[in-house]
């Protein structure tokens, strides 16, 4: 596990996924920090400096894929899944979880997004601790 030298004393502590999955704030952090990785992977793919939003299907898929759709309530809609995801993803980075450069190599390494999206999900996970 990566270790973060700086503390966000404005992010709560969490006792389970769907917690982290719910919280809207977090979400919109994370829609920033999965743009900033996704980017990156991507430049380093092209060769060349790239910005790009992530769309919220392709992480609605991730998030299903990685079989995470259980912990949310039945009638979530994509939207939400892709919110939980991103929520999910800058969570797993401030915890340590895994530095940007593991995010990004995990991402980049992936020809197939949604794979690699997936797999940052999967890691994130596992490796979260709880309280």
């Known amino acids: ?8 004393p404005f992010i709560q502590e969490y006792k389970s996924l769907s917690e982290i999955f719910m919280d809207q704030k977090l979400a919109r952090l994370g829609d ?5 990785i996704f980017s990156l992977a991507l430049s380093m793919r092209k060769g060349a400096p790239v910005g790009v939003k992530v769309k ?5 898929e991730a998030f299903k894929k990685a079989g995470l759709r259980k912990f949310l309530p039945s009638r979530i809609d994509r939207h939400k899944q892709a919110d939980a995801a991103e929520a999910l993803l ?10 940007i ?3 990004v190599k995990v991402l980049a390494e992936n020809e197939n997004e949604i794979e690699g999206l997936k797999r940052l999900l999967l890691l994130a996970e596992e490796k979260i601790p709880f309280k």
């Open 1 to 8: 596990m990566s270790k973060n030298h700086l503390k966000f």
């Open 32 to 36: 920033s920090f999965v743009n900033f």
């Open 56 to 60: 919220g299907g392709m992480l609605a």
């Open 101 to 103: 450069f593991e995010s």
């Open 90 to 99: 800058v969570y797993a980075w401030i915890k340590g979880v895994y530095s």
